[in-house]
């Protein structure tokens, strides 16, 4: 076998080893499989973390709208580089964010993991819309932004009036415009956001049956924002789990996750791909970044 031959071999098995392993959840995958490697640094003052990321890009000089992509805390995994690679066929240049990988960590959701401050994933998206800024393919005034899980908050946190504020008091500010709109994935920390006011559109989906980011916080964020003039929606899909989008994942229970709605914070969520809220899912990220997004 050559040794051109034997990196790709490598990577696939790497790959399909990890998925087995993790029930395709949590697969970060390496470096040597991904074209499109980028690095950025975030937006931390004064001690900037080098970030990095995967871009994927239509077919020409654009300028083309954009989305950035945070993950949840199995980190960058293959349903991740999926909607990379689908908003790519959509038009939109689609960046994922690495915020594990800089950091030395292979997943955030075990209780051994380490724990990041929340400031730090939200520099890190600030970074990455930079790093879009500087490219010439791409339209400044049309980038989004969406996050699952965990990146789901931080997704919501990035057009969120009082969270915008809080991080110019520590002397980070977005490159104007911002974000023009944002989706959250069955996002964590509704709570924490639910006496806030979105700026942006703002759209949240998620599952009913979700019992690691539950959906009544959520309900209760969207409902609270809405009475303030938001404007900001949420879709609960009838039966559906975390990870409802992840493409044949079995549903399971991971038992060596926290989970803040069990007693003691700890341990258990049940996961699973629903079809027909995925699919219901990808056309309403469509139609909502179509309209915020592209040219009218």
């Not at 077919?59 to 293959?78: E, N, Q, R, T, Y």
């Not at 970074?127 to 990146?151: E, F, K, M």
């Not at 980011?213 to 938001?230: F, I, W």
């Amino acid at each position: 076998m050559s040794d051109r031959i034997l990196p790709a071999v490598r990577c696939i098995l790497k790959s399909v080893l990890r998925q087995a392993a993790l029930g395709l959840l949590a697969a970060v995958l390496g470096a040597g499989c991904a074209p499109g490697l980028v690095h950025f640094p975030n937006a931390t003052p004064g001690t900037p973390l080098t970030v990095r990321g995967w871009e994927e890009k239509p077919d020409g000089p654009g300028p083309f709208p954009a989305v950035v992509l945070l993950h949840g805390c199995h980190g960058v995994s293959a349903s991740t580089r999926d909607w990379a690679r689908w908003f790519r066929a959509e038009g939109y240049v689609a960046l994922i964010v690495d915020s594990w990988a800089p950091r030395g960590m292979t997943e955030g959701c075990s209780p051994e993991s380490p724990d990041v401050p929340n400031t730090e994933r939200f520099d890190d998206a600030v970074g990455a819309l930079r790093h879009l800024h500087a490219a010439p393919y791409v339209d400044r005034a049309r980038v989004g932004v969406i996050g699952w899980s965990n990146g789901g908050v931080f997704s919501v946190a990035l057009v969120n009036g009082p969270s915008l504020e809080r991080a110019r008091g520590r002397g980070v500010t977005l490159p104007d415009p911002g974000f023009r709109a944002a989706v959250g994935v069955s996002p964590g920390g509704c709570v924490s956001l639910a006496p806030e006011l979105v700026v942006r559109p703002t759209l949240v989906l998620i599952g009913d049956a979700d019992d690691w980011t539950r959906p009544g916080p959520c309900v209760e964020m969207v409902e609270n924002m809405k009475k303030k003039g938001a404007d900001v929606s949420i879709v609960l899909y009838p039966g559906a789990y975390h990870y409802f989008d992840v493409e044949g994942l079995t549903r399971t229970v991971l038992t060596d996750v926290v989970n803040e709605n069990r007693p003691g914070g700890c341990c258990g969520a049940t996961v699973g791909y629903d079809p027909a809220a995925a699919a219901d899912a990808r056309r309403r990220v469509a139609d909502f970044f179509g309209y915020h997004l592209k040219a009218r």
